[in-house]
């Protein structure tokens, strides 16, 4: 198994373009989950799904849309990027009902000038 | 609501003492805690869950419902130790972390 895998590892924009953030998984995971990470903020949840077709959102969501069409993946958009969405971005997933940890991909690091 | 307190951005201690890093939460339902662990430029990986009550490369943490934390704890510090400690909450369907404490081992 890859795992939970990400695309891109670094991206630049600039302000005003847009991008998806590709995740994937290959566990057969309903649960997964976006997060972003900043210093002296930690992890915080973007959107997460629960299963394929439904999503919902987490504590920061604004400027992100998300989609999940099938279990295995879940893209992240920025539709009009802002630097304020400068960051480091996790995807996750679990299986659902399961007590193990949250898998997580190795990250995309965005950068928006 | 959902809320994962770590109080301390940094905590620097010298090789072979004792660590805690501190974790407080709120949550109404039965909640399950993890700490992870991040080292330089890698992804997050779990170090231990309340539910296993294990001890993963020294490190032990205590799920105190009365005072709602979960701190971890460390006898003898290392300087391999050094990186940044994540406490997270799994309530429902969402896990939220706290902002995460860095550990800085001196020699």
């Known amino acids: ?113 | 609501a959902q809320r994962v307190t770590q109080p301390e951005k940094l905590l620097s201690v010298f090789k072979g003492a004792p660590v805690e890093l501190k974790c407080n939460y709120s949550y109404s339902g039965s909640p399950e805690l993890f700490w992870y662990v991040q080292y330089s430029r890698q992804r997050l990986q779990l170090l231990l869950r309340h539910i296993s009550r294990e001890s993963i490369k020294g490190f032990t943490a205590d799920l105190n419902k009365g005072e709602t934390s979960f701190h971890l704890k460390k006898p003898f510090a290392q300087e391999e130790d050094s990186a940044m400690y994540y406490c997270a909450l799994r309530g429902g369907f969402k896990t939220i972390f706290g902002a995460g404490t860095r550990l800085f081992v001196k020699a």
């Open chain 1, 1 to 113: 198994n890859a795992g939970v895998t990400q695309t891109p590892k670094f991206q630049v924009l600039k302000t005003g373009q847009s991008m998806t953030l590709q995740c994937a998984q290959d566990m057969n995971h309903e649960y997964m989950s976006w997060y972003r990470q900043d210093p002296g903020m930690g992890l915080r949840l973007i959107h997460y799904s629960v299963g394929a077709g439904i999503t919902d959102q987490g504590e920061v969501p604004n400027g992100y849309n998300v989609s999940r069409s099938t279990t295995e993946d879940f893209p992240l958009r920025l539709l009009s990027a802002a630097p304020s969405q400068t960051s480091v971005y996790f995807c996750a997933s679990i299986k659902a009902g399961s007590t193990d940890t949250q898998y997580f991909g190795p990250g995309t690091r965005l950068t928006v000038l």
